[in-house]
């Protein structure tokens, strides 16, 4: 490709055979929470976002991400996302965030001359002021302290998703983790 941008879905003229990129940076590191959502672990690649932080967030144990000058933000792409997943994808974000367009450095391999720009899809903290806000957020951290809790909570979102009436995953995320909290006192 000339200007060196990989392209976020492919020329089909079907929807339903669309493939996008999906760059995340929190819970959806972890594969297992990919493949509860997926029912697959796509291929993906390292990358980074450049001009983003990734903040923790006050009550919460997933982090937002939202512009910041002469900041960066480690992550991966996730490749071949179809547009049903993508939808799950979006569900599973919930209204905190907005799925945007962006372009991300895929890690330079020995056989690279330099770092790859990708189009791509991730999801941005909507409200940009939220005051709930602060520090950065680790993904190894989170792995030893929630991801055990955490899968089990997004399995609880995906069948709660099959039923007629679904509540949305901050409601679900909410009820899972002050039921957790009232069974340690």
């Keep these: 490709m000339s200007d060196g941008l990989l392209s976020s879905s492919s020329s089909s003229s079907s929807s339903a055979l669309a493939q996008h990129n999906v760059f995340v940076y929190g ?4 594969d297992e929470v990919v493949h509860v959502l997926l029912k697959r672990v796509p291929p993906s690649s390292p990358a980074t976002l450049y001009g983003f932080h990734r903040f923790s967030i006050k009550g919460r144990i997933y982090p ?5 000058e002469n900041k960066k933000v480690d992550g991966k792409v996730l490749l071949g996302i179809t547009d049903p997943e993508l939808d799950v994808l979006d569900t599973f974000e919930d209204v905190e965030y907005v799925r945007r367009p962006i372009n991300v450095s895929l890690a330079v391999t020995a056989c690279m001359d ?6 791509a899809y991730t999801y941005v903290w909507e409200n940009k002021r939220d005051p709930d806000l602060y520090g950065d957020w680790d993904f190894e951290d989170w792995k030893k302290l ?3 809790d955490f899968l089990e909570m997004t399995e609880g979102l995906m069948e709660e998703l099959e039923q007629p009436e679904s509540k ?18």
Excluded: M, Y
């Excluded at 937002?64 to 910041?68: D, S, T, Y």
């Design 27 to 30: 819970s959806l590191l972890a």
């Design 64 to 68: 937002a991400i939202l512009p910041v």
């Design 114 to 119: 330099g770092p790859e720009k990708l189009h």
């Design 146 to 148: 929630h991801l055990k």
């Design 168 to 185: 949305l995953r901050v409601a679900i995320n909410e009820s899972f983790f002050q039921q957790g909290d009232s069974q340690v006192s």
